[in-house]
């Protein structure tokens, strides 16, 4: 199988579900009440090895959250990644919603997580599953398999099924890479127009 690289610099391999930034995984972590806030304790956070972040929706209270950060980056390799977040004998069923990152170390500053119910978990490691089938078939086809796992998460995001996205992406990748050379050759057949200056009597 073919080795990965995502657009974070991750290595994986394309389509094993066994593998890092493969389908979605449920991961269960545990969490430390957050009571201090602002940039300075942010930092302090960061220092301890933690990551800030906010637990919400589902018109439920916001919650304050610090996360192993090691735990954390290996599981965002993950897509779709669902986090099961221990706290304080309480366990939130959530998935990431925004991840902020320092736009020079590229190293997570704060995440934001979002409560999801069991539909949304099935419809998420759907859309992982179609999103690793995606690859692994542009890796057969010898083509890029980033590109189809991202055009799987189009089409998702605009109502298609991940299956039926999934088994169409190679095959749309197929025929615009024909387009793309089929332009190419009328280009490089077309002589270029004359243009011939007549000079005034």
Same mark, same amino acid.
């Given at each position: 199988?073919?080795?990965?690289?995502?657009?974070?610099?991750?290595?994986?391999?394309?389509?094993?579900?066994?593998?890092?930034?493969?389908?979605?995984?449920?991961?269960?972590?545990?969490?430390?009440?957050?009571?201090?806030?602002?940039?300075?304790?942010?930092?302090?956070?960061?220092?301890?090895?933690?990551?800030?972040?906010?637990?919400?929706?589902?018109? $439920?209270?916001?919650?304050?959250?610090?996360?192993?950060?090691?735990?954390?980056?290996?599981?965002?390799?993950? $897509?779709?990644?669902?986090?099961?977040?221990?706290?304080?004998?309480?366990?939130?069923?959530?998935?990431?919603?925004?991840?902020?990152?320092?736009?020079?170390?590229?190293?997570?500053?704060?995440?934001?997580?979002?409560?999801?119910?069991?539909?949304?978990?099935? $419809?998420?490691?759907?859309?992982?599953?179609?999103?690793?089938?995606?690859?692994?078939?542009?890796?057969?086809?010898?083509?890029?398999?980033?590109?189809?796992?991202?055009?799987?998460?189009?089409?998702?995001?605009?109502?298609? $099924?991940?299956?039926?996205?999934?088994?169409?992406?190679?095959?749309?990748?197929?025929?615009?890479?024909?387009?793309?050379?089929?332009?190419?050759?009328?280009?490089?057949?077309?002589?270029?127009?004359?243009?011939?200056?007549?000079?005034?009597?």
């Amino acid at each position: 199988m073919a080795t990965v690289i995502d657009a974070a610099g991750h290595r994986r391999v394309a389509g094993d579900p066994t593998a890092a930034g493969g389908p979605m995984s449920t991961v269960k972590i545990t969490g430390q009440p957050r009571d201090t806030f602002g940039k300075g304790a942010a930092r302090t956070t960061r220092r301890a090895g933690l990551i800030p972040a906010v637990i919400y929706g589902r018109g $439920s209270a916001v919650v304050h959250v610090s996360l192993p950060e090691r735990e954390l980056v290996l599981a965002l390799r993950k $897509s779709r990644v669902v986090f099961e977040v221990e706290l304080a004998g309480e366990t939130y069923v959530v998935a990431p919603r925004d991840v902020q990152r320092d736009p020079v170390r590229r190293i997570i500053e704060h995440l934001d997580l979002i409560l999801i119910d069991r539909a949304e978990v099935e $419809s998420r490691a759907a859309e992982a599953q179609a999103m690793s089938d995606a690859e692994a078939a542009a890796v057969e086809a010898g083509l890029d398999p980033i590109a189809a796992a991202l055009l799987v998460e189009d089409a998702v995001a605009h109502g298609e $099924s991940a299956a039926d996205a999934a088994s169409h992406a190679v095959s749309d990748m197929e025929h615009s890479a024909e387009a793309r050379a089929d332009a190419a050759e009328h280009a490089a057949e077309t002589p270029e127009a004359a243009v011939t200056a007549t000079p005034e009597a």
